[in-house]
């Protein structure tokens, strides 16, 4: 999911009264909340963004390390900058790591339910792990958590707060419900129209609208992608070779920057386009058909005698 998002669940919890048990408690929860994302800082560098990230910052190691680190540093601030006898909690270590592992791990969750991918296992086992169920930025849970913010500070009503939580929650609940029961469906009715099952199957949130899903198929040497809405109408438009057959490609997989976008890629197809010299080769990913961030480009020389 997006920071806001990250950062309303955080600041949400806290407004419900977790942020009572301590000095640093809503800092805490919204910080941790949006600290997996320390690895955004890949993009100050030369390596792909997509190959290395919601991997290490996100992983087992990073879920236990992580809240322990940033209850340290908050232990030391409190050492530097002593409380006012005013109306703020005494430091209470303890629960303020408490705090660190839930809006770690809610941030963990967050990540997994969108369909851009999370390693949670990392650095033990590297695969992605996709809920499908919702977008990477959505509306509805920013309007419900930050209204219920905004009135539990206006009104110094936890309840305002916990009620957003509530109604987030079960949103969520029926987005995985319904999720799983689309892509049964896609799956059913696939494997009826060709007599088999799909090789991999994608039927992934669309912005706005939880009724609608983008559907991606994997017939084999091709894709087909459209979408999916309920009460059960499926709508495969777009058919989209995959061309990983060319000996281009083979050629292309060699270059870093394309073997960094496959360790991310889920669906990925080519696009060959003659260019002066060789063949301009690029990968897509058919669940972000723009291009940019989520493609990779290299060109490969013509061979020798060729007629490119």
Not at 3 to 31: D, P, Q, W, Y
Not at 87 to 98: D, M, V
Request: net charge positive.
């Amino acid at each position: 999911m997006d920071n806001v998002c990250h950062t309303l669940v955080g600041a949400a919890l806290g407004e419900a009264g977790l942020k009572r048990g301590s000095r640093f408690s809503a800092t805490a929860l919204m910080i941790s909340a949006n600290i997996p994302d320390l690895d955004v800082l890949i993009f100050a560098t030369n390596t792909p963004p997509v190959s290395f990230r919601r991997g290490w910052t996100h992983g087992i190691v990073a879920q236990i390390a992580l809240p322990i680190l940033l209850t340290g540093v908050l232990w030391l601030l409190d050492r530097r900058r002593p409380r006012e006898q005013d109306r703020t909690p005494p430091f209470h270590a303890g629960w303020l790591l408490l705090l660190s592992y839930v809006g770690v791990y809610s941030h963990v969750f967050l990540d997994y339910l969108n369909n851009y991918g999370v390693r949670l296992l990392t650095p033990f086992d590297w695969r992605w792990f996709y809920g499908d169920a919702v977008f990477i930025v959505d509306p509805w849970l920013w309007l419900v958590l930050g209204v219920g913010v905004w009135l539990a500070r206006r009104r110094r009503a936890p309840a305002s707060s916990t009620y957003a939580l509530v109604i987030a929650s079960l949103y969520i609940a029926t987005m995985l419900i319904s999720a799983r029961a689309a892509r049964g469906i896609v799956d059913r009715q696939w494997t009826d129209a060709h007599g088999a099952p799909p090789h991999a199957l994608m039927v992934g949130p669309v912005p706005l609208s939880p009724l609608t899903r983008d559907v991606v198929v994997d017939a084999g040497t091709h894709y087909e992608r459209g979408s999916f809405s309920w009460p059960a109408t499926l709508d495969l438009n777009e058919h989209i070779p995959k061309n990983d057959d060319r000996p281009e490609v083979a050629a292309a997989r060699e270059d870093p920057r394309i073997r960094a976008i496959l360790v991310w890629s889920r669906f990925p197809f080519w696009t060959l386009e003659p260019v002066e010299g060789g063949t301009r080769v690029t990968v897509i990913d058919a669940r972000f058909m723009a291009r940019g961030t989520f493609s990779a480009s290299t060109v490969v020389p013509a061979r020798p005698g060729s007629s490119d």
